[in-house]
């Protein structure tokens, strides 16, 4: 057995993802990739089992803030449905459409968003979700699809449109 980075104990079974580095069960960091769901693709720093705490504190670790960072965002993205196109037809629409899809009708929402505000908008207009029951199992299951157009928007602009 080789010994671990941190702490020095003979017993180390796990191998840091990153850096191949030994740490023990109490030293080494462990990620689930069912918690980054919202990314399109997981980047590569989180696609590992274990990590060494020394690379989980340089590499990992700003990687999760970054990804709760955008979660925080997210939640504020300007959301216009394809049905207010009243109030979206002088929105710029350069950005190529966002598809997604998801169990519940406010996670495809959120998903959306989230990507977003990954590729740097405020803003999804346009947006247009469908379910679709299947019948496969012996249970209905529900699916989301959702598309929609990630924009900026002027805050500001926005408010004073709203208010009057």
């Not at 980047?43 to 060494?52: G, I, K, R, T």
């Not at 966002?98 to 009708?105: A, E, G, L, Q």
């Amino acid at each position: 057995m080789n010994a671990c980075n941190c702490c020095f104990k003979t017993k180390a079974p796990y191998t840091c993802g990153l850096c191949q580095g030994h740490s023990c069960k109490s030293c080494a960091h462990f990620v689930d990739e069912n918690e980054f769901s919202y990314f399109a693709s997981l980047p590569e720093v989180l696609s590992h089992d274990a990590y060494c705490a020394a690379c989980f504190e340089q590499k990992v670790q700003p990687v999760i803030s970054q990804y709760e960072e955008t979660m925080e965002k997210a939640k504020d993205v300007f959301v216009f449905s394809k049905s207010q196109t009243k109030e979206t037809r002088l929105m710029g629409r350069e950005a190529l459409p966002i598809t997604v899809d998801s169990r519940d009708r406010q996670d495809a929402v959120l998903r959306l968003a989230f990507l977003a505000v990954h590729q740097g908008y405020n803003a999804i207009i346009d947006v247009d979700l469908h379910s679709k029951k299947s019948t496969e199992t012996s249970y209905k299951i529900v699916t989301w699809t959702g598309k929609a157009i990630p924009t900026n928007v002027d805050a500001e602009k926005l408010n004073r449109q709203i208010s009057f």
